[in-house]
């Protein structure tokens, strides 16, 4: 079944500077990737996603790349600011009769001020 | 306000003393699941569902039922809660379309004792 490993687990940045993070899947039937933000004593909430027919977007600060063929997704967060501190999340999605969405372990970002 | 909510946001039981956490949703999605948030193990999907009364296996089934007998409610149902089963509990909903943007809960936890 696919696989979703993400990286960095913890991840400090100064307020200013640009933070990514990392994900590999192993299915190539995957075909949506989703990125969530979780802050403290919250669901996770979606930022930004991107689509296997697309190899890049960009939200303002934020982007997300896609590489199919290497199965690697990353995000992008220029400009950092202490409110981007939180738990960001991968995922990987496909339709199979159901949706099957299988999240990254999470990045936990520290934008100190 | 469009929004899922889930209840209780807290709760600490017994071993084997049957419990449900009801989750709603007020936007008309015929998406449904539960996913359980464990550190270092990112969400992990207990069941869903794709409409009314249709409901299937995600990642994690052990020990939870769930059912599905309005569009709006997706009960989690826990028959004889074990500590294994101690964590924090969400709730998300989506349109069914080609790809699923999930809308969270706010989370319950749950102390299985």
């Known amino acids: 079944g696919e696989n979703v490993e993400q990286h960095p687990s913890t991840l400090s940045v100064q307020e200013g500077d640009s933070a990514v993070i990392k994900c590999t899947y192993s299915d190539s039937a995957s075909n949506y990737f989703p990125w969530y933000k979780q802050e403290l004593g919250k669901g996770p909430q979606l930022i930004i996603d991107?689509?296997?027919?697309?190899g890049e977007k960009k939200d303002q600060r934020i982007a997300v790349t896609l590489n199919k063929t290497a199965k690697h997704f990353s995000l992008h967060i220029t400009e950092t600011q202490p409110e981007d501190s939180a738990v960001y999340f991968c995922?990987?999605?496909?339709?199979?009769?159901?949706?099957?969405?299988?999240f990254g372990a999470g990045t936990r970002l520290f934008v100190k001020a | 306000e469009a929004q899922v909510t889930q209840n209780p946001r807290y709760l600490i039981t017994v071993t084997g003393k049957k419990l449900t956490v009801t989750c709603s949703q007020n936007?008309?999605?015929?998406?449904m699941s539960w996913y359980r948030q464990d550190p270092g193990l990112g969400l992990r999907q207990i069941y869903y569902s794709m409409n009314v009364e249709v409901t299937d296996k995600g990642d994690v089934p052990e020990g939870y039922k769930v059912s599905r007998k309005e569009k709006r409610n997706f009960p989690l149902i826990l028959e004889s809660p074990s500590p294994n089963q101690t964590s924090l509990y969400f709730c998300a909903s989506s349109f069914v379309g080609h790809y699923n943007e999930q809308f969270f809960g706010p989370g319950t936890r749950l102390t299985v004792l």
């Open positions: 991107i689509r296997s027919n697309v």
């Open positions: 936007m008309n999605h015929e998406y």
């Open positions: 995922a990987a999605s496909m339709r199979t009769g159901g949706f099957k969405t299988i």
